[in-house]
């Protein structure tokens, strides 16, 4: 159809809604905290609704808070939809999800505009909880959605701040009724920042994006004894704020061992009773594993256990963990990874296939339906960071991208 692939995005209204979008919840520097069931979550999801309704869409609301705009077909039926999420990590910058849920605004304005009727139903989608920062595990809502997490216990999750997921989306009001894993999906598409160097650096403009890595995310409570930093002799310590330091090194030496695509990070230590001339008592700790190859990541995990044992021995400490998020590599539909890179070749930009070091919801929603994934470029390759910054012009590709290859799945 001549004119679909003439089609373009309005690029300057897009990147006024993620302008919009960033002051909700902005910190300094230019990024936003809009932690999931937050007071700034729920004024994201009402702007973000309150758009989608402006662009004639048919809101659904599930019981976990997912929302999803529908713009009708000429035939019933699931619709091909594109979405991701609007939560962010508390330092996190304005790209980050928010890019793949108000390009598919973008996308149905776009349509609108030109009154392109589509042959499928279109949909726009923000999943509850992607970033897992406040309640564990990241994905939730994509995961509940697709049909890999009960409901209840997902409402059940206890928050880092002791509040539940149930408690907080009835107090915004996005407890919805709509029973999650009942909206069939016939095919999924999110454009996302890369978040990683691997475009910037390579001076590619679009990743067709293979799959997602697995991750482990692991918490540790290190239980030792508090006693005075002055007097206590070295050999009579049981020091688990060392015992938590030493785990944190294991971690990474691990994944410098392991190399290829094996990561590993501790993102949090807190110590009790935290003072300067007191030996911990008590530590607790995140650990987060990620490969794209499920054997390699079951290993690392392994041998990071044994070396934690080794240090509990070794320091008379007590360690016990417990499982915050455990997601097995995902590979995406290969027609799917083609149909991306061949509509970015097709409109003359250069594209690598390449897998994605961060979870999306799109790994989740991978399950039920054919998806795929387009990557812009993040500069210099930072992210869950104020900093993080993709160029207008990768911004308009994607949303380019992402118009025409919903176009073939839904004309
Ligand atoms: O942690 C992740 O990769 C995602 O941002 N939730
Ligand atoms: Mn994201
Ligand atoms: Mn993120």
Same mark, same amino acid.
């Given at each position: 159809m001549a004119t679909a692939t003439a089609l373009q995005v309005n690029c300057d209204r897009m990147l006024h809604r993620l302008d919009q979008l960033a002051q909700i919840g902005s910190i300094p520097g230019g990024g936003v905290c809009r932690l999931a069931l937050t007071d700034e979550d729920k004024a994201g999801r009402d702007q973000v609704v309150a758009w989608m309704k402006a662009?004639?869409?048919?809101?659904?609301?599930? %019981?976990?808070?997912?929302?999803?705009?529908?713009?009708?077909?000429?035939?019933? $039926?699931?619709?091909? /939809?594109?979405?991701?999420?609007?939560?962010?990590? @508390?330092?996190?910058?304005?790209?980050?999800?928010?890019?793949?849920?108000?390009?598919?605004?973008?996308?149905? &304005?776009?349509?609108?505009?030109?009154?392109i009727q589509?042959?499928?139903?279109? =949909?726009?989608?923000? !999943?509850?909880?992607?970033?897992? @920062?406040?309640?564990?595990?990241?994905?939730? *809502?994509?995961?509940?959605?697709?049909?890999?997490?009960?409901?209840?216990?997902?409402? #059940?999750?206890?928050?880092?701040? $002791?509040?539940?997921? =149930?408690?907080?989306?009835?107090?915004?009001?996005?407890? *919805?009724?709509?029973?999650?894993?009942?909206?069939?999906?016939?095919? !999924?598409?999110?454009?996302?920042?890369? %978040?990683?160097?691997?475009?910037?650096? &390579?001076?590619?403009?679009?990743? #067709?994006?293979? $799959?997602? %890595?697995?991750?482990?995310?692991?918490?540790?409570?290190?239980?030792?004894?508090?006693?005075?930093? *002055?007097?206590?002799? /070295?050999?009579?310590?049981?020091?688990?704020?060392?015992?938590?330091?030493?785990?944190?090194? @294991? =971690?990474?030496?691990? @994944?410098?061992? /392991?190399?290829g695509n094996q990561v590993a990070t501790v993102g949090s230590i807190q110590t009790k009773p935290g003072l300067v001339n007191v030996i911990a008592k008590e530590a607790r700790l995140t650990v987060d594993l990620r490969n794209t190859d499920s054997a390699l990541l079951h290993q690392a995990e392994a041998q990071l256990n044994n070396k934690i044992q080794e240090i509990a021995t070794a320091e008379g400490l007590e360690i016990t963990s417990r499982s915050l998020a455990r997601f097995e590599p995902v590979a995406f539909d290969p027609a799917m990874i083609d149909l991306v890179a061949q509509t970015a070749a097709g409109l003359g930009l250069s594209v690598k296939h390449m897998p994605s070091g961060a979870g999306h919801d799109a790994g989740m929603i991978a399950a039920i339906a054919p998806t795929a994934m387009i990557f812009v470029p993040s500069v210099d390759g930072i992210s869950h960071n104020v900093k993080e910054y993709t160029a207008p012009q990768d911004l308009e590709n994607g949303a380019n991208i992402l118009l025409q290859v919903l176009l073939k799945l839904a004309l």
């Open positions: 662009l004639g869409l048919t809101i659904t609301v599930d %019981q976990l808070g997912n929302v999803v705009g529908t713009r009708p077909g000429l035939e019933a $039926g699931p619709p091909v /939809m594109t979405g991701s999420h609007i939560d962010t990590v @508390a330092t996190g910058g304005r790209y980050d999800g928010n890019l793949g849920v108000l390009a598919g605004l973008e996308v149905i &304005e776009t349509l609108n505009e030109r009154q589509t042959r499928y139903p279109l =949909a726009v989608a923000f !999943f509850t909880n992607e970033e897992g @920062a406040r309640f564990h595990p990241d994905m939730m *809502g994509s995961w509940v959605f697709s049909g890999g997490f009960p409901v209840e216990a997902a409402l #059940a999750e206890v928050g880092t701040d $002791g509040t539940t997921v =149930a408690k907080e989306l009835e107090r915004i009001g996005y407890a *919805g009724t709509v029973p999650c894993g009942s909206q069939p999906v016939k095919a !999924f598409v999110e454009l996302h920042v890369e %978040q990683g160097p691997v475009l910037d650096q &390579e001076r590619i403009q679009i990743g #067709a994006v293979t $799959g997602v %890595q697995g991750m482990i995310w692991q918490e540790f409570t290190v239980k030792g004894v508090s006693n005075h930093a *002055g007097t206590t002799p /070295m050999h009579l310590r049981h020091d688990a704020g060392y015992g938590a330091s030493a785990i944190a090194v @294991a =971690a990474r030496q691990l @994944a410098l061992e /392991m190399g």
